[in-house]
């Protein structure tokens, strides 16, 4: 049974870092590749990062380019949201995701808030 289970959400104010966590169990972890989504109050699920199963190429949306980095252990079958420079518009329950044998699978999410 495929599970995700996201941790490492917290309130931060502006400016600050959050490294976020998904830990993955119930599927050969290694041959899949991993992406974050997050969720706003009012808006729709968004695309936030993603990388490969041997972690050789990543992509990230525009909105978080240059202050979010993905990475993933395998060895650990642990994937990272390393997050700086956080900005209000990043509050957002983060989910991470993977397509599995045609099924899309999510965690249950964590939450980030940016405040002052």
């Known amino acids: 049974q495929v599970q995700l289970v996201e941790s490492g959400g917290d309130l931060v104010q502006p400016g600050g870092s959050l490294r976020l966590s998904c830990a993955a169990s119930?599927?050969?972890?290694?041959?899949?590749?991993i992406h974050w989504y997050r969720q706003a109050p009012g808006k729709e699920r968004e695309l936030v990062a993603g990388?490969?199963?041997?972690?050789?190429?990543?992509s990230y949306a525009d909105s978080v380019k240059g202050r979010f980095t993905v990475s993933r252990d395998n060895a650990k079958n642990t994937v990272h949201l390393q997050m700086n420079s956080l900005k209000p518009e990043d509050t957002a329950v983060y989910y991470c995701?993977?397509?599995?044998?045609?099924?899309?699978?999510w965690g249950q999410g964590t939450q980030v808030t940016v405040s002052s």
């Open positions: 990388i490969t199963s041997a972690g050789v190429s990543t």
């Open positions: 995701s993977t397509l599995h044998r045609a099924t899309r699978y």
């Open positions: 119930g599927f050969t972890f290694s041959a899949y590749a």
